[in-house]
């Protein structure tokens, strides 16, 4: 994979984030604003047969076939028939008929996959709302179009380079989480709900030797949703991986695709012990978010991390140290870490400020339970810095609610 290639047209330099469900009900209206037009034209209802429709793809007029696709996208997978007339508008000389082609053949779902070789050529058109329509007709046709997993992992690199190099030349311009924010999603989406196959590409250019290539894909997991919960296999291989980072962001992943990911809990459960803090800190948090079968062991392998004090296990990047985090991770799940409270007293005289901080505000999130820590936040109202005498004052205010 390269770094630079293709690239975005000036005239369309935000891209709108998509869910596919809203994406595929509201492809209408988005493809209008895209095209300048205020209202959608009312194809007839579908009434007729796919043959008749099919028919109507090969008029002369623009909006004509555009109508006929659009009846055609309504009938989802019965409109199969149509996968062959639907892949030749792909190459349509108008762009909304390219692209209303494409959320057709999306609908039709797995049976449309004769058509996935033309929407990977869609991938590099010029119109951005036509590729994004290729990239989300690629994710509904799922499995099926495990072909594509290439073409949109260069895609997605190309996007977000192309955003990045535009973004140089604005003044004021926003950071890098504003780009993989308006970029990421849609490409992970589809990637994730092809299944092992796109999970295990992104992975693979997360090793890759060159540098961007390898953020750009670490930075597009962390889009990841329960729609992969099809790529859990290669989460829990990754798991394995030799690399501490590896292995600490496919915990991460595992955790943000959350209860349809338990297939890989007895995974987690064993990254429990793994030898690096980061890892057991990803695992715990990861199955603190798959149910309360197993937020037991979440919480008692995060009263560890908070007790350990041999590895401060800095985040690349300066984030959170190990104990700091778990603690912040212990606060999320409320009254139900309420065995973790003497830790965290123990926590909130440490003589690191972020442990400090960390504490407090993680006792506050456990709320009404964690009232034995009142003496020992009451002594940080007197506290030299002023954040920490604030987020003591809010956790005795959860505390005594």
Not at 192 to 215: M, T, W
């Amino acid at each position: 994979m390269t770094k630079e290639s293709g690239g975005v047209k000036n005239e369309d330099k935000v891209m709108k984030q998509h869910t596919f469900l809203s994406a595929l009900c509201g492809l209408v209206s988005a493809v209008l604003l895209a095209t300048g037009c205020s209202e959608a034209p009312q194809p007839a209802p579908a009434s007729k047969p796919v043959s008749y429709w099919i028919e109507q793809l090969k008029s002369r007029g623009p909006q004509q076939r555009v109508d006929a696709i659009r009846v055609l996208h309504g009938m989802g997978p019965q409109a199969k028939e149509a996968v062959p007339a639907l892949t030749d508008a792909l190459k349509d000389g108008d762009a909304t008929v390219r692209s209303d082609a494409a959320s057709a053949l999306g609908a039709v779902g797995p049976e449309a996959k004769p058509a996935v070789p033309a929407l990977i050529e869609l991938l590099r058109d010029k119109e951005q709302y036509v590729r994004m329509s290729a990239v989300m007709a690629l994710g509904s046709i799922g499995p099926e179009a495990k072909a594509a997993v290439p073409a949109l992992i260069q895609a997605y690199l190309d996007e977000v380079s192309s955003m990045f190099e535009e973004m140089r030349k604005q003044p004021g311009r926003p950071g890098a989480a504003y780009v993989y924010k308006r970029v990421a999603p849609p490409y992970v989406e589809a990637l994730g709900r092809i299944g092992e196959p796109g999970i295990r590409g992104l992975f693979a250019a997360v090793k890759d030797k060159n540098a961007s290539v390898s953020k750009y894909a670490r930075a597009g997991l962390y889009h990841i949703g329960p729609y992969a919960k099809a790529g859990v296999p290669a989460l829990v291989e990754a798991l394995k991986d030799e690399e501490r980072s590896v292995r600490v962001l496919a915990a991460t992943v595992l955790g943000l695709i959350g209860p349809d990911a338990k297939e890989g809990v007895l995974a987690l459960t064993e990254a429990l012990k793994d030898k690096e803090g980061m890892v057991r800190l990803a695992a715990a948090e990861a199955l603190g978010k798959m149910g309360p079968e197993t937020r037991a062991a979440a919480i008692s392998c995060l009263i560890d991390l908070v007790q350990d004090k041999s590895d401060p296990g800095l985040i690349r990047d300066g984030m959170l140290r190990v104990r700091p985090a778990a603690a912040k991770a212990l606060g999320g799940m409320g009254p139900e870490a309420k065995a973790a409270v003497p830790a965290l007293v123990e926590l909130l005289r440490d003589k690191n400020s972020a442990c400090r901080y960390a504490a407090a505000e993680a006792l506050g999130g456990i709320g009404p339970e964690a009232k034995a820590a009142v003496p020992a936040l009451t002594e940080l109202l007197g506290d030299q810095s002023q954040a920490l005498r604030e987020v003591a004052t809010k956790a005795l205010e959860n505390i005594k609610k």
